[in-house]
């Protein structure tokens, strides 16, 4: 019974990702038209407005779970990032123009969470985001800690290491999400990083030098 409740909720959150991901390419496609008339610019526009609200709802509704249930949120972005990494080698090996876009979707889906946190009280609000950023990066562990040892050799750390580098760029130099002081978010990368050193995670060792390097660290 654990074993199909695992599976279940695997399967749910893999639905709640790929749904997110329907939502932004939409949004994408909706980006790259060119109306012919007036009337098709109006509906456009429209249909933008609604996506766009579907969005902000459904981030809302998953930074709020995460907050209130710690394990299930790790847990949750351990199956998102599975999922994006799986279509991004998927992606690779057919060299599909749309190498990396689910893996970008991740990254925009954590930050579209921080953004709809409810800013009524400040300090709250920031440790909230403090909180979200922690369950995802444990949840982005945990998946590159299983595929490392499940996989081996055959392990592809460039997935990851693309996802840590937009979220390292979208989150920390982003002046406008307020975190709580006590845990300014590059520990939380700096903290991340330690954790997945080539002495626990051979296989992530380039990947692990180059984000070292990184201008924010």
């Known amino acids: 019974e654990a074993v199909a409740k695992q599976l279940t909720e695997a399967d749910s959150a893999a639905i709640c990702f790929g749904k997110w991901c329907e939502m932004l390419r939409a949004l994408l496609l909706l980006s790259q038209q060119k109306p012919e008339n007036t009337q098709q610019q109006q509906q456009l ?126 989150v920390c130099v982003n002046d406008s999400i307020e975190f709580d002081p006590a845990q300014p978010p590059i520990m939380a990368f700096c903290n991340l990083l330690k954790m997945l050193s080539p002495n626990k995670c051979p296989g992530f060792a380039f990947a692990w030098l180059d984000l070292l390097s990184h201008k924010l660290f």
């Not at 689910?102 to 889906?109: K, T």
């Not at 369950?135 to 840590?164: I, K, N, V």
């Open 45 to 170: 526009l429209l249909r933008q407005q609604q996506l766009q609200m579907q969005k902000h709802e459904f981030a809302l509704r998953l930074a709020e779970r995460m907050t209130q249930m710690p394990k299930a949120g790790e847990a949750e972005f351990r199956v998102f990032t599975d999922c994006a990494v799986a279509h991004a080698q998927m992606a690779c090996v057919a060299d599909d123009a749309e190498v990396m876009s689910h893996v970008a979707f991740l990254a925009q889906l954590l930050l579209s969470m921080l953004e709809v946190v409810d800013a009524t009280d400040k300090a709250a609000a920031a440790s909230k985001r403090s909180v979200l950023l922690g369950r995802a990066l444990s949840g982005f562990a945990m998946s590159l800690d299983e595929q490392h040892r499940t996989l081996g050799d055959a392990f592809d750390q460039r997935p990851y290491q693309r996802l840590l580098e937009l979220w390292l760029e979208c």
